[in-house]
């Protein structure tokens, strides 16, 4: 027996070496530096150790803001991007004709690159000097005023970025709930049908409870990959994303290393041990709801 452990571990010591370098290390590693105060990356020194990062953090008004727009994007676009992924997988699992090639066309733009998507919005929703953009087109025939949604209102923008992050999710999560329902098995259905319950209910006390642990793999890694957006808001407004107070918390910290703001490490080791926290504290409460809702 005690061969046949130190086999199993033997095998999973790559993997633990692995996590070792080049997660756990460095998160002690930012850990440390975001406690150091005035930190110097070239000569390796700082003044002091002590919470004024983390104070100059939550008091600068650039991180306030992409707080703010993290959150957004989060509450707006995770429970928005499931509940259509859902409704999209249920319809291409009733349809038989033409299925495949449905789900390769919703499956698209996830392989398409992530700045070539955004180029193509920037093209929708864009005013310039020759056009007003499709999007404004189509306001005018309704007899609304165009809007500039890449450069004008804070609204505008985020309903701009928030539609274009539903956009770039939402095939891997029909992919996944398709695949979900799929595999649910018939016989629960039929025994259904048999006993003359209605579409409605089946899909509330069969469908759902069976591929609910894929929700909550999809709800879960959802509000991961939006806390952590950044490429989008470049791809939409650019490298300059204080200028258009479009930023996010990543965006932030990138800015406090290499951007016009950078050159402060502490700063921004601070910001993603927030950021750390945030998502933590959230993934947490999730597992917990997901022990009364989740059925494994």
Not at 223 to 236: E, N, Q, R, T
Request: net charge positive; proline share 4%.
């Amino acid at each position: 027996m005690e061969k046949r452990n130190m086999k199993a571990w033997l095998y999973l010591l790559p993997a633990f070496l692995f996590l070792g370098v080049f997660m756990i290390y460095p998160l002690i590693d930012v850990l440390v530096y975001s406690f150091e105060e005035g930190y110097n990356s070239a000569s390796q020194t700082f003044f002091g150790t002590g919470g004024y990062n983390y104070s100059y953090v939550l008091h600068d008004p650039y991180f306030l803001q992409a707080l703010k727009n993290t959150f957004l994007l989060v509450i707006i676009t995770v429970p928005l991007s499931t509940a259509l992924a859902l409704l999209i997988s249920v319809g291409l699992s009733s349809i038989k004709p033409l299925r495949d090639l449905f789900q390769t066309i919703y499956f698209l733009p996830y392989v398409t690159n992530t700045l070539a998507v955004g180029l193509v919005f920037m093209i929708l929703f864009k005013k310039t000097a020759y056009s007003d953009g499709l999007v404004n087109l189509v306001l005018h025939w309704f007899g609304s005023p165009s809007v500039d949604f890449i450069e004008g209102p804070y609204w505008a923008k985020m309903f701009v970025l928030c539609f274009y992050t539903i956009w770039v999710v939402l095939p891997f999560k029909i992919l996944i709930l398709t695949s979900a329902l799929a595999s649910v098995n018939q016989d629960y259905y039929n025994a259904a049908r048999v006993d003359g319950t209605r579409r409605g209910r089946i899909f509330c006390r069969i469908t759902l409870p069976m591929i609910s642990p894929m929700i909550f793999y999809l709800v879960i890694t959802g509000f991961i990959g939006a806390f952590k957006a950044y490429s989008d808001a470049v791809a939409l407004f650019g490298t300059d994303l204080n200028a258009s107070g479009m930023n996010t918390i990543v965006g932030y910290v990138y800015d406090m290393l290499y951007g016009d703001s950078g050159g402060y490490p502490s700063y921004a080791s601070a910001a993603a041990i927030i950021l750390f926290s945030i998502v933590l504290t959230i993934t947490c409460i999730n597992l917990l709801v997901s022990k009364k809702h989740v059925h494994y």
